[in-house]
């Protein structure tokens, strides 16, 4: 084949001029959005082609992107790499001879959106806009299409040859419910690494239901108080977003190099015992998940924390060699213009033990989360709130707005009391993280879980 023999002269002349380590991203995506509000606004498609070009020498490395895929602009891509990481002499290694990777696709195809008109697409996002205004108070609702087909090959000098074909799809709804003089307004979306299968069932409208209904009640709930209190998350994106920022990208190798606070503690209890925290970039049919990372690696499954133990990092190659490290599959990336670097995937926390009805019943007084609308991670972290009750004497009272929840992740998953049995996914299919690696495909799931005590920021006073 062309690339290969083209790839290993690349590889060659890199290794012979310093380099250590060589690899080939290659990618050609296709993108389609479709802006919908109570007629097309936009209709977009892109086409994607280029590949990156990674070297590493020891624990330093460059990466360089192109288009031109042609064996002298590789070598001219070669060279600047190697000049921006100062490497110089003369190599004396060779690349391996290719071996194809094969393995079993964890989110298949049946209907590829590249197989279906852009009428077909217009037509489920205007279904969408009026089922919207069919709901109570709903003055509007913006609905986007948006379907990948990223198709990427991934070569490189220690023999490496991995195929990935990545579809995905989703809906985005901006809906504005308006009572008794007030809006709210926010955006949910409905995500899915399938074709247009996924929507089949019609559970992205009961999202825009559940979105709409969750709008309706923050209109003239009184504010959240500031507070430490006890606070309940809700199974499934609440509890596992709350892992993500609190101590997911603390865990991540690029972290660990910028001092991160967990490096020394391998081996030691950082969260109470009823914590076990998976990521898992294999589990079926999941918006994290594909064949292989982005360095090649065959996806796995890596426990984080074990019982409240600390066991293992996520680890991308460059990661893994300056800490010494074995690699995780973690090695993640927007596009060819994106380095790796050391990403979630499906991020869990397991199911517990805890009675769900209890963890509420006994509470005296405290905030109960039924949706976290982002945050921020990093030594401290910050979750929004967008939906959340007061608790009281054990019941759930009213609807409160403007919580954000604030904390330092080795302290706050020491005070976790109550995990419970239910364990549910993401609602919705999926999300997106950003980092320097770019924006990509995550899921946050896991049952009920409680926090002893925790700083609650808001506005209001205490019901």
């Known amino acids: 084949m062309q690339l290969n023999s083209t790839a290993a002269s690349v590889f060659a002349y890199a290794l012979h001029n310093g380099a250590d380590f060589a690899e080939l991203f290659l990618e050609d995506r296709d993108d389609v959005s479709i802006d919908y509000t109570d007629r097309v606004n936009e209709v977009s498609r892109m086409r ?25 602009a590789l070598r001219r891509a070669a060279d600047n790499a190697l000049a921006l990481m100062g490497a110089s002499g003369k190599g004396s290694g060779m690349p391996a001879p290719f071996s194809v990777l094969r393995r079993e696709n964890p989110c298949p195809v049946a209907v590829s959106p590249s197989e279906i008109g852009q009428e077909k697409k217009i037509s489920m996002l205007r279904d969408a806009g009026l089922y919207a205004s069919s709901l109570p108070d709903v003055s509007c609702c913006r609905v986007t299409w948006f379907d990948r087909d990223q198709r990427v090959t991934i070569l490189n000098s220690e023999g490496t040859y991995a195929e990935d074909r990545r579809v995905t799809t989703r809906m985005r709804f901006i809906p504005i419910v308006a009572r008794n003089g007030e809006t709210a307004s926010s955006f949910s979306e409905y995500c899915a690494a399938a074709g247009m299968e996924a929507f089949e069932s019609g559970k992205h409208l009961e999202q825009l239901k559940a979105s709409c209904d969750r709008l ?10 500031s507070c430490r209190v006890p606070v309940v998350l809700e199974a499934g994106a609440c509890s596992g977003t709350f892992f993500h ?13 910028q001092d991160g606070i967990f490096w020394d503690l391998r081996g030691q209890k950082i969260a109470s015992p009823k914590v076990t925290l998976i990521d898992d970039g294999t589990l079926p049919n999941l918006y994290g998940s594909s064949r292989f990372d982005d360095e090649g690696m065959p996806r796995q499954r890596n426990t984080l924390i074990e019982n409240g133990v600390l066991k293992g990092f996520l680890a991308d190659r460059i990661g893994a060699r300056r800490l010494g490290l074995s690699r995780t599959g973690s090695g993640r990336r927007q596009d060819y213009a994106h380095a790796p670097g050391p990403r979630m995937s499906n991020t869990f926390l397991a199911a517990g033990t805890d009675d769900d009805d209890e963890m509420i019943r ?13 945050g921020t991670g990093g030594r401290e972290f910050t979750l929004l709130a967008a939906c959340a009750y007061w608790v009281k004497n054990g019941r759930i009272g009213p609807r409160v707005k403007g919580a954000i929840l604030v904390g330092r992740g080795d302290e706050t998953m020491l005070k976790i009391d109550r995990v419970g049995r239910r364990f549910v996914f993401e609602q919705g299919g999926g999300s ?14 896991g049952p009920r879980m409680r926090i002893a005590e925790m700083l609650v920021g808001g506005k209001g006073e205490k019901l």
């Open 216 to 225: 309706r009640g923050a209109i003239g709930a009184p504010e959240a108080p």
């Open 48 to 72: 994607s082609f280029g590949a990156g070009l990674y070297l590493l020498k020891g624990n330093s490395g460059a990466y360089v992107y192109l288009n031109d895929l042609s064996e002298p």
């Open 245 to 257: 920022e609190a101590c997911g990208h603390q865990l991540e190798t690029r972290s660990l190099q």
């Open 362 to 374: 006994d509470m005296d007084e405290g905030l109960y989360v039924t949706e976290i609308g982002g």
């Open 432 to 445: 997106f993280c950003g980092a320097d690696s770019g924006f990509i495909p995550t899921t946050t799931s």
